[in-house]
């Protein structure tokens, strides 16, 4: 990163954060090749308001053109277990630690979806599913949330940290995200290395200095 930020274990988005506000776009948008690899670290640290019954949470997710169509990184969590899958259409599923509760757990993730088929592990538990993916992105992947398909409306929060995330279109780098601040204002954010950008919101915490 540039000199002018410092990077940091995590960047947060906090219990008590707004419903409708505390999320940022990445700017960045897939292109639909195959694969689409997600690598991310996060920590659910509470439910997001509202949510009832199986609410999905997305720390990564992307906008598509019809309901359904989002491929994505999705994090669901009820009252007894949190699950994380990778989708279009289809989901392949894990419950990390056995479905066990993973409030205030770290959690790496790595999912692939690929033209016909999902896979994703958490370097215990394993898991895929097959499927024709529909239309594939037309908006940018968000950070800590979701825009809802064909409205500007934000929706899905996630409350919890986010500790890296890296995306791959087809072996190729299009996101690696750093968590840090902007040293001159302590703006807390992400550093993306592969656009070299700052993605920053007001509402955000970071951890602590590495």
């Not at 016909?116 to 898991?127: K, L, V």
């Not at 940290?161 to 780098?173: D, F, K, S």
Request: net charge negative; proline share 5%; with cysteine.
């Amino acid at each position: 990163m540039p000199v002018e930020y410092q990077a940091v274990e995590y960047t947060e988005r906090p219990v008590g954060t707004s419903y409708v506000s505390g999320y940022a776009s990445t700017g960045v948008m897939l292109s639909g090749a195959f694969p689409v690899t997600v690598k991310i670290g996060f920590m659910p640290t509470g439910k997001s308001a509202p949510s009832t019954g199986n609410n999905y949470q997305y720390p990564i997710a992307c906008k598509s053109t019809t309901s359904g169509n989002t491929v994505g990184l999705c994090i669901n969590i009820t009252n007894t277990l949190i699950d994380a899958s990778i989708f279009s259409g289809t989901s392949a599923t894990i419950s990390p630690m056995n479905g066990a509760e993973m409030l205030n757990t770290k959690i790496p993730i790595v999912g692939t979806l690929n033209s016909d088929g999902a896979y994703i592990t958490d370097g215990i538990h394993e898991a895929t599913a097959l499927f024709t993916p529909r239309t594939i992105n037309v908006d940018y992947l968000w950070l800590f949330g979701v825009k809802k398909y064909n409205t500007n409306q934000i929706a899905n929060e996630f409350i919890g940290r986010i500790y890296y995330i890296e995306v791959l279109e087809n072996g190729v780098e299009v996101l690696n995200l750093v968590p840090c601040y902007r040293i001159a204002d302590s703006a807390p954010g992400f550093y993306d290395l592969v656009n070299n950008s700052f993605i920053s919101n007001a509402l955000w915490v970071v951890g602590n200095a590495v």
